[in-house]
């Protein structure tokens, strides 16, 4: 009987820090093992080989942030039956989509290049689903170790991996860490933001910033702002927090926008 | 006749470059390092954002990277709080950055930089005839990878370390886990030593290089608040503007820097040159007999001088551990930072070379200003010499040959591309 074909893969990156192909290099004891099942055909960090054929998984990270990752995107996509977002950049931006909404392009180049926002092809930074169809979406700045190889062994099976949606704050008591929101007053992003990092900044005692960003359609951003109020946070400060990782987040976007409209109000006045 | 030789993406580096050189005749006409992974406007960001969670942002510049720019980004915000910070911490954070050392160069060394003179296009092939080498690697990542877990809550963007200190000091444990992998892993990094001198490393990038790297005081590392310059000068981090003169370029996302008005090459063959006499045990015994063929003159050294980085690293990480062991761990705290409009700046070296933050506080501690200098960035203008030093000897060889070697020479740098795509803002 023939070997039963190894599926074809390529890992990809757009813009991003390359945290996401990272923590799959950083699988270091069963990376051999878990790399040989599979027929990689293109890996641009990892090796100089490339063959351009379809793909039965594209694994892709990092946002879209210019023309050149958009034409690339779209020919990933082309070419591939299953294309799967690793990492926040890829699903919403990440911290590069922070002033989103915010803050323009124009001014960004300005800022920081001092030229006009032509000098370069730069577009606003999304992530893969504003652009084209993204099958599964793993969460996390970076993704982690173990979500990523769950994830890739069942699609070995055939099996689509299980999404999470429940927030942080339910691994932390689990854990039955101390609540940092609660007890310390510190501004925990927890309820927002989706699980599966098994709560590891209250477990060093420190409050959640969000980096596996908000639970989709769940997330109750109005009501972390009132608790946040409450313990004596200004508005400024908790939509910076709120959008370290959710600058394309929706809710945020319109918190933003009540936000400067009241300010302006208030010069106005 | 008119050849444009291009290596359209380099591969086996993190993020996304472009090489292209112009020959006419005999002659290099143009030689171009374009970065073309997109902006990202850090330094845009992080404005309004108040200094406490201003290194979980900045961290995020780079994940190979990670807690160099952690720390920079930590210093430079004690520096603007004249923040003092305790010896423990000093130790932790020594330990953090060598700990991220072993991971990064554990990677170029063996994964990305040594199957080009193996001749495999990856370390994954390259383990069909070298198993146990590559297994050995990846324990060596490992145990560097131990340290970051450890020590800063992740292997990729943790958040233990803190302004002030750490969060949440590592048990007794953990730290001896730690001190046992390096133990176990100390001959593989003395293999990568060996594995480099063995192989011959070509010099057809020889050229002058001006090197550049921090003075770390009496011990071989890499933090420090003064900048040494291989033409014998000593400066504080603070004159960085002066020895970096950054500049925008139409073709790269990445800024262009000189010294002097030349290229210069920062990175592990600056460091070990500059602080030779600085280093101890066997990594001293390793420079010693590997300094005939470690000249400043061949950038592809690079290899050689991270893998007796690798080795020093794996020392330092156990004499550190040692020291935190016999002073025993104490649950000391947060050092408090009284925020104030000023201004800090504050560089280490991250394993590619001289990173530099700078940011600029209003009096409630939120950034207005800020400014960041990566080596990659640093490096762009050199590469670019070697690539036209390399194109002139090598002028009459077909194009694969030099689109190969272009690429070895690139790889040498250990290029961080994410990283040089946020850089500087322009001084108007």
Known sequence: MAKPEKPKIGIFSLTGCGGDQLMILNLEPVLLDLLSRFDIKDFQEGSSYKEDVELDIALVEGSVSTKTDLEKLKKIRERSKMLIAIGDCAIGGCVQAMRNGQMSMEERMKKVYGVSEDYYDVLEPKGLSSYVKVDLEIPGCPIEKDEILHAITSLLHGDMPEEIDYPVCVECKLNGYPCVLVEKGMPCLGPLVTAGCNARCPRLGLDCIGCRGPISDEANV???????????????????RLRFFGGNFEDIQNLTKKLSEKSEKKEGE | MRRVIEVEELTRVEGHGRIEVVIEGTEVKDVKMAIFEGPRFFEAFIESVHYEKVPDIMRRICAICTASHSLASIRTIENAFDVKVTEQTRILRDLLIHGEMIESHALHVFMLALPDFLGFPDAIRMASKYPEEVKAALQLKHAGNMVHNVVSGREVHGMNERVGGFSKIPSEKELKDIRAAMVSTKQTAELAVDLFAKVEIPKYAESENTLMALDPGEKYGFIGDYVLVSDGTRHPVQDYPSLTNERTVKHS?????????????????????????????????????????????????????????????????????????SNGLKNEGLVEAEPRASR??????????TLYHDYTFDENGCVVKANVITPTAQNAANMEKDYRVAAERLIKEPDEKLINVFEIIARAYDPCISCSVHLTRIQK
Do not use: W
């Open chain 2, 344 to 353: 800090g700046i504050g560089a280490v070296e991250a394993p590619r070379g």
């Open chain 1, 222 to 240: 109005a009501a972390e702002l009132k608790v946040l109020l409450d313990k004596g946070y200004d508005e400024e400060y908790i939509l910076n």
């Open chain 2, 253 to 325: 996302h990445a800024k262009f820097s000189s010294y002097k008005g030349s290229s210069y090459m920062v990175g592990a063959l600056s460091r070990i040159l500059l602080n030779r006499d600085k280093l101890e045990g066997t990594a001293a015994e390793l420079y010693e007999e590997h300094k005939d063929i470690l000249t400043s003159r061949n950038t592809l050294m690079n290899n050689l001088a991270q893998a007796i980085e690798l080795v020093h690293s794996v020392d330092r990480c156990i004499e550190d551990i040692d020291i935190l062991l």
